[in-house]
């Protein structure tokens, strides 16, 4: 029996079965000392009433949510898009569930989601990239009814990190301990658009010399709400605990697949590029739903026969399909040494291995200027101008003299009869990642010195292909949103592969030091090492990938020996404290090798050897400081607050700007090159606060609102090479000659400069109502601030229902009721920069939802 055949065995055995639900409160939990990661102590704080914790002992800004409050929200949720209510943090996605990676967007303070930091019980998660190359996501990684809670540093990550991306903030989530007691967790959840998922947990409970234990399943089918397409996907976790006076061992293993049909981003041109101006734009079209399975309706009235799509829709036009598939397997042992009352030792090892694809079939004519150089047994001998250009398939060139109209349509048509004859095409970027990594730090308790030193080393080899395949007419079922191409055909041709070898090391120390009873110092510093070689086994056919002869090889190392941090706490009064914490990060290179945001795709070895030589990784200052307090005024009335302003220095920022304007932004699925920009620095300044106030077990009401003003210092040239540099000072205007875009004193496009985030909580005993409001200020949706789209704010609202634990032989058997966008809000929520200077694309905000979750527990 197979790998995967064992797998599917594995996954029905776990969910065989009837499940019911249950949503168990978890209390939120913030770190005592981040410096000491997870195995620090850490502080319970009680909060039972409200989804949001904002004071906890860190000389940074730290904000927590529990599991119980996580699942309040949408039973199921994605951990980040569950993070949405906290200050400083924007999450936004096309789907509510928060699972669909392609659409997903998250920035904190300025900060893109991949200038983050995430880890899942202190393992790497890598940068969250589409494009896999180093992780995963917290929702492949851990189920989410078996998240124990989420902490979220806005400002800077602790030291011990294990990230060579977090210039922004680190994203820690947390999985649940097994329970010291033998019980059955399950749950249903039904809903809009044929929604059900399965969650099944069982927990052995203690069962002798500190052993404990739990195996865990979640199965969850949705459809699209604008399109024929099924979101699915099983999940297995199994954790085991030892715990005894030696010492904390502990085992986990989590196992994921799933499939995620996609859809399009519609792509909008600025007015000055011959665009309409916002608001109109933004409905013209709202969706861009994909036509599967409606194979012969696709081809015969929608494609010509010579698989072009329709003028008129230009770049918005609609492909048959898409999708993201992704396989995980996820593991690590950890074992907490106790080797004194004083001295603590955590050391860590991991293993991570991931196979994926992602898949866009579409019409022939969009990536005929790929397909041609492969397909075409003339193409060679064909003049320039010859050569059918983008959606032209077939189509004679206006300037061409060497062929008739009848020759070539002739040799569109034997295009068309070696792609399957469907008119189509399917392009993949299929993925292989398999990651070994040992985080070890030994923690010394010296009295009023409490110091840690640490590191973190990581092999990463992963490798990226980018392949084509037929449609066939003869067999559609070969070609769908539910099948990886490579299991059930030989590809056309392997346009490119490439191969990285990535080596991590990162080092830290750090001090811990109680000056007084009221003032705590914590400083130290890190170190972060990267080293990158990148290579392409395959390269792209001459004419098959724009201009570019040869994808770039080498190697660029990349070390910083010293980024420091310092901050300091002071309790006035055991009720308001006051913090501030001084950080210096670096975010590496990316080393993926097929497309984006790394030197490894800029297009020539030229481009790649001047910005191995001449390029600098992005690097952050950051500076918070801010004011918690945490208050009782009897009879149950309670306050909890934290006011944070920060500034953070940014600079070497870098933008890799598509060459072609299409590719996953728009709808394109013919990719290219980037031009990777150093634009110069960024300045931030803001201001979070948010304050939860209780009254009793009755009714608390959480609000948060933020203030984020980032602005490119410079204007920036690209030069010949297509590295780009940042100009010296602000030359202004709308577009300058010779290549200047005036991008100096403009705001960071995506990201609001205003948000605001409310959740009420009425408990009532048996019956629970929670309602939650998220505001988004409007974002500009290009570099240059001349288009945006509006703010937007979205409502939800949670019924709940529990029945009294001595009615049924049950325990905690509760019926929850979830809407979301409970006014059927329109609007933009995830945009794409697709150019610096024409162009941007935008997904939709989903419509209403409801969902209904039975739960329970034995």
């Given at each position: 029996?197979?790998i995967g055949?064992?797998a599917?065995t594995?996954?029905?055995a776990m ?6 639900a249950?949503?168990?409160a ?9 410096a000491a ?5 850490a502080?319970?704080?009680v909060?039972?009433?409200?989804i ?6 860190t000389?940074?800004?730290a904000t927590?949510?529990s599991?119980?409050e996580i ?9 980040l898009k569950?993070i949405?209510t906290?200050?400083g ?11 669909n990676e392609?659409n ?10 991949n200038?983050?930091?995430?880890t899942m ?13 180093n992780g995963?996501?917290p ?18 990550g602790d030291?011990?990190?294990?990230s ?15 329970t010291?007691?033998f019980?059955?967790?399950a749950?249903?959840?039904?809903g809009?658009?044929d929604?059900s ?6 927990d052995?409970g203690d ?5 404990s ?12 709400w604008d399109f ?7 999940q297995?976790?199994a ?7 030696a ?13 995620q ?12 590029a011959?665009?309409t101006?916002?608001p109109v734009?933004?409905y013209?079209?709202y969706?861009?739903?994909f036509f599967?399975?409606?194979f ?14 329709p003028a ?9 399909y898409?999708?993201a598939?992704?396989t995980d397997?996820l593991?690590?042992?950890?074992y ?6 004083r001295i ?14 992602g898949v ?7 990536s ?6 492969y397909?075409?047994?003339n193409y ?15 189509i004679?060139p206006?300037a061409c003299?060497?062929?008739t109209?009848?020759?070539?349509a ?7 009869a ?8 399917t392009r993949?970027?299929?993925?292989r990642?398999?990651r ?9 308790d010296l ?9 973190w080393f990581?092999?990463n080899?992963t490798t ?5 395949y037929?449609?066939p ?9 539910y099948?990886r ?7 056309l ?8 070898r990535i080596?991590q ?13 009221r003032?705590?110092v ?5 170190t972060?090492?990267q ?16 201009g570019?002869?040869?994808l ?5 190392n990349?070390?910083?020996w ?6 300091a706490t002071?309790?006035?009064n ?9 950080q210096k ?6 080393a993926y ?5 790394g ?8 481009a790649?050897?001047?910005f191995a ?5 992005e690097?952050s ?7 918690r307090?945490?208050?009782s005024f009897?009879n ?8 944070n302003?920060y500034h ?6 870098l933008?890799a700007i598509p060459t072609?304007?299409?590719?996953i932004?728009g709808?394109?699925i ?6 990777l920009v150093?634009?110069g ?7 979070d606060?948010?304050a ?5 077990t009755?009714f608390?009401?959480?609000?948060a609102?933020?203030y984020?003003l980032?602005?490119y210092q410079n204007d920036?040239?690209?030069?010949a ?8 000072s602000c030359?202004?205007?709308?577009l300058?000659?010779g ?5 100096c004193?403009?705001q960071?496009?995506?990201?609001p ?6 959740v ?12 939650t ?5 409007r974002r ?5 601030n ?7 704010f ?9 029945v009294p634990d001595?009615?049924?032989?049950l325990?905690?058997v509760?019926?929850?009721?979830n ?12 945009l794409s ?13 989903a419509p ?8 329970a527990?034995?």
């Amino acid at each position: 029996m197979g790998i995967g055949s064992t797998a599917k065995t594995v996954r029905w055995a776990m969910l065989a079965g009837t499940a019911l639900a249950l949503c168990s409160a978890v209390p939120a939990m913030a770190r005592e000392d981040a410096a000491a990661g997870e195995a620090a102590a850490a502080e319970a704080v009680v909060d039972s009433g409200s989804i949001i914790v904002t004071g906890a002992k860190t000389t940074r800004s730290a904000t927590a949510i529990s599991g119980g409050e996580i699942q309040k929200i949408l039973p199921g949720v994605a951990p980040l898009k569950a993070i949405q209510t906290l200050p400083g943090v924007l999450y936004i996605t096309a789907d509510p569930w928060g699972n669909n990676e392609q659409n997903a967007q998250i920035f904190v303070h300025g900060f893109a989601g991949n200038q983050l930091g995430y880890t899942m019980d202190g393992i790497p998660l890598g940068d969250q990239s589409y494009g896999n190359y180093n992780g995963l996501s917290p929702q492949r990684a851990v189920i989410s009814e078996n998240v124990g809670r989420i902490v979220v540093a806005t400002g800077a990550g602790d030291l011990a990190t294990p990230s060579n991306s977090n210039l922004g903030g680190t994203i820690e989530t947390f999985s649940s301990d097994p329970t010291q007691q033998f019980g059955v967790r399950a749950a249903q959840t039904v809903g809009s658009y044929d929604t059900s998922r399965t969650y099944l947990r069982i927990d052995s409970g203690d069962i002798g010399g500190g052993n404990s234990a739990y195996i865990s399943g979640a199965r969850q089918r949705a459809r699209a709400w604008d399109f024929n397409g099924i979101q699915k996907g099983w999940q297995a976790n199994a954790k085991f605990v030892h715990d005894d006076a030696a010492g904390k061992l502990t085992l986990y293993f989590d196992y994921n697949d799933m499939t995620q049909p996609n859809e399009d981003a519609t792509v909008f041109f600025k007015p000055s590029a011959g665009g309409t101006a916002t608001p109109v734009q933004l409905y013209t079209p709202y969706t861009k739903p994909f036509f599967y399975p409606g194979f012969d309706a696709y081809r015969t009235s929608y494609l010509t026969a010579l698989g072009n799509s329709p003028a008129a829709e230009g770049n918005n036009y609609r492909n048959y399909y898409s999708d993201a598939q992704r396989t995980d397997y996820l593991a690590y042992a950890r074992y907490d040494a106790r080797l004194s009352d004083r001295i603590t030792w955590s050391t860590t090892g991991y293993y991570h291995h991931n196979d994926g694809v992602g898949v866009v079939a579409g019409p022939l004519g969009q990536s005929i200027t790929t397909a041609q150089p492969y397909l075409d047994p003339n193409y060679a001998s064909l003049p320039a101008n010859c050569r059918f250009g983008s959606n032209a398939n077939g189509i004679r060139p206006s300037a061409c003299t060497a062929l008739t109209d009848a020759q070539a349509a002739a040799a569109g048509a034997a295009l068309v009869a070696a792609t399957g004859g469907s008119g189509m095409i399917t392009r993949t970027t299929e993925y292989r990642i398999d990651r070994e990594g040992v985080i070890s730090a030994v923690s010394l308790d010296l009295g009023d010195h409490k110091v840690e030193l640490g590191g973190w080393f990581e092999h990463n080899s992963t490798t990226q292909w980018r392949r084509w395949y037929a449609v066939p007419l003869s067999d559609p079922s070969l070609s769908t949103p539910y099948v990886r191409p490579r299991e059930v055909m030989e590809p056309l041709f392997t346009q490119y592969q490439g191969e990285a070898r990535i080596n991590q090391l990162q080092l830290h120390i750090q001090d811990t030091w109680r000056l007084t009873d009221r003032l705590l110092v914590q400083g130290g510093f890190k170190t972060s090492a990267q080293w990158a070689d990148g290579r392409f086994p395959v390269q792209p056919r001459l004419g098959s990938l724009g201009g570019t002869t040869a994808l770039p090889e080498g190697k660029i190392n990349t070390k910083n020996w010293f980024l420091p941090a310092i901050g300091a706490t002071y309790d006035f009064n055991g009720h308001e404290q006051l913090y501030f914490n001084v950080q210096k990060n670096l975010r590496q290179y990316q080393a993926y090798l097929a497309g984006g945001g790394g030197p490894w795709f800029t297009g020539s070895q030229a481009a790649f050897d001047a910005f191995a030589d001449e390029g600098k990784p992005e690097t952050s200052w950051t500076y918070e400081a801010g004011l918690r307090t945490n208050r009782s005024f009897g009879n149950g009335v309670t306050l909890q607050a934290q006011v944070n302003y920060y500034h953070v220095d940014f600079s070497n920022r870098l933008l890799a700007i598509p060459t072609n304007p299409g590719g996953i932004a728009g709808s394109g699925i013919t990719g290219g090159t980037s031009t990777l920009v150093n634009v110069g620095d960024v300045k931030t300044d803001g201001v979070d606060a948010a304050a939860t106030l209780r009254f009793g077990t009755l009714f608390s009401l959480y609000n948060a609102i933020s203030y984020n003003l980032s602005k490119y210092q410079n204007d920036y040239t690209s030069t010949a090479l297509g590295i780009g540099a940042a100009t010296d000072s602000c030359i202004g205007g709308y577009l300058v000659t010779g290549g200047v875009v005036p991008t100096c004193g403009k705001q960071l496009p995506g990201t609001p400069k205003w948000m605001n985030k409310t959740v009420a909580t009425l408990n009532l005993g048996p019956v629970e109502v929670q309602a939650t409001g998220d505001y988004v200020g409007r974002r500009f949706a290009t570099f240059t601030n001349d288009a945006s789209v509006s703010s937007y704010f979205l409502t939800s609202l949670r019924i709940a229902a529990r029945v009294p634990d001595n009615v049924l032989p049950l325990q905690k058997v509760e019926l929850a009721l979830n809407v979301t966008n409970l006014t059927d809000k329109k609007g933009v929520s995830t945009l794409s920069i697709g150019s610096a200077t024409n162009s941007w694309s935008a997904y939709p905000i989903a419509p209403r939802q409801w969902f209904l979750t039975l739960s329970a527990a034995y």
